[in-house]
Nanobody
Framework: QVQLVESGGGLVQAGGSLRLSCTAS????????MGWYRQAPGKQREFVAT???????DYADSVKGRFTISGDNAKNTVYLQMNSLKPEDTAVYYC?????????????WGQGTQVTVSS
């Protein structure tokens, strides 16, 4: 079993900052990538940012220059520093893990953490 534990969501005013964290545990042989997706009410889940095992990062255009993803390989943890938050960033943020175990590629999702940005 693989578990993803997220923390750091909350309520913040527009222009403020939040830092999300996600720690993976369980039967994981090799992490391929960890990242974040979000889902706003009435919308589909969308990509936010991802950090590959090579330390290369990728971001959605809507968050470039405002969000920074980083990781701690020793702790199987990924962080999302969110600055200059906007009301349109309001969503449930889900941690995403892609890993190789038993020669297969697996994907796991966290339960989500709510981020609310007030105007």
């Amino acid at each position: 079993q693989v578990q993803l534990v997220e923390s750091g969501g909350g309520l913040v005013q527009a222009g403020g900052s939040l830092r999300l964290s996600c720690t993976a545990s369980g039967r994981i042989f090799s992490i391929n990538a960890m990242g974040w997706y979000r889902q706003a009410p009435g919308k589909q889940r969308e990509f936010v940012a991802t950090l590959a095992s090579s330390d290369s990062a990728d971001y959605a255009d809507s968050v470039k220059g405002r969000f920074t993803i980083s990781g701690d390989n020793a702790k199987n943890t990924v962080y999302l520093q969110m600055n200059s938050l906007k009301p349109e960033d309001t969503a449930v943020y889900y941690c995403h893990l892609r890993h190789y175990t038993d020669y297969k590629l697996y994907e796991n999702w966290g339960q989500g953490t709510q981020v609310t940005v007030s105007s």
